[in-house]
């Protein structure tokens, strides 16, 4: 499988007839602009190995919030391996990067403009599991060890650089309901260590010890119509803050 795009999308004000728009995202009539690209890629080069391959990188650029302009851009790539030991096992690990800077500027007069911020974030995660098929009931165990790391700056601000590390261990397992539904359990345990200013750092970093738990039931009903209901709690215990608990019910029909 293989899969390349590219998007490319702009919005002027007072557009002239002259075909320009794949020239420049920050021409002076240019109030919103983006590109990207993107390659997909899945290949078996052997009997018992998989491999998936994915890069994307984009830019856009928007001017029409409080008259500022707001720069972002991206460069992600991962790699996912996974080779089938066993009919019932297997064995797999992934690499992941994202790099990313946004620039904030404030549109003065005569088109000028003043940065206000310039922020780039550096992220690497690096991660192995193991899954188990060991019956139509069960139909999935897996157990996954994770390591990430982040580094956040601000070129403007004489503060350090952010840095973060997180060590996380999750299990999860998948129950069937004579395929009328499924029942998932998830369970995190990470910790994690900084260095620098938090407020940078990424939203879902937590210092210390941590633990997330997810129980989810989906089951679907034969009516009138097909309706599915589904079920979700979910649970995040920290050292630093309260514990967070979240409950969500929904019931969709297809008619």
Do not use: C
Not at 24 to 30: E, I
Not at 119 to 143: N, V
């Amino acid at each position: 499988m293989l899969e390349i795009g590219v998007r490319i999308s702009e919005e002027q004000e007072r557009a002239s007839r002259g075909f320009y728009l794949l020239q420049d995202l920050q021409t002076d009539k240019t109030i919103y602009g983006l590109r990207r690209y993107w390659y997909r890629t899945q290949l078996s080069p052997m009997k018992r190995l998989s491999l998936m391959a994915n890069w994307e990188a984009g830019r856009t650029i928007n001017k029409r919030v409080n008259s500022r302009s707001r720069e972002f851009i991206s460069d992600r790539w991962s790699v996912r391996l996974e080779s089938p030991l066993t009919t019932r096992f297997s064995l797999g690990g992934e690499w992941e990067q994202d790099n990313s800077s946004e620039t904030v500027s404030s549109l003065l007069a005569a088109g000028e403009s003043g940065i206000i911020s310039d922020i780039s974030e550096r992220q690497r995660s690096r991660s192995l599991f193991l899954r188990y098929h060991p019956s139509k009931t069960m139909s999935r165990l897996k157990l996954e060890g994770a390591y990430e790391t982040e580094r956040d700056e601000d070129a403007l601000s004489d503060e350090p650089p952010v840095f973060t590390r997180t060590y996380s261990l999750v299990s999860e397992a998948t129950w069937n309901f004579r395929n009328k539904g499924t029942v998932i359990t998830k369970y995190q345990i990470a910790r994690g260590t900084s260095s620098g200013d938090l407020p940078f750092a990424r939203y879902d970093f937590h210092e210390g010890i941590s633990h997330n738990i997810r129980f989810q039931i989906n089951y679907r009903l034969k009516w009138f119509t097909d309706v599915t209901a589904r079920f979700i709690y979910r649970a995040e215990i920290t050292e630093q803050e309260k514990p967070d608990h979240r409950l969500e019910m929904e019931m969709t029909a297809n008619f």
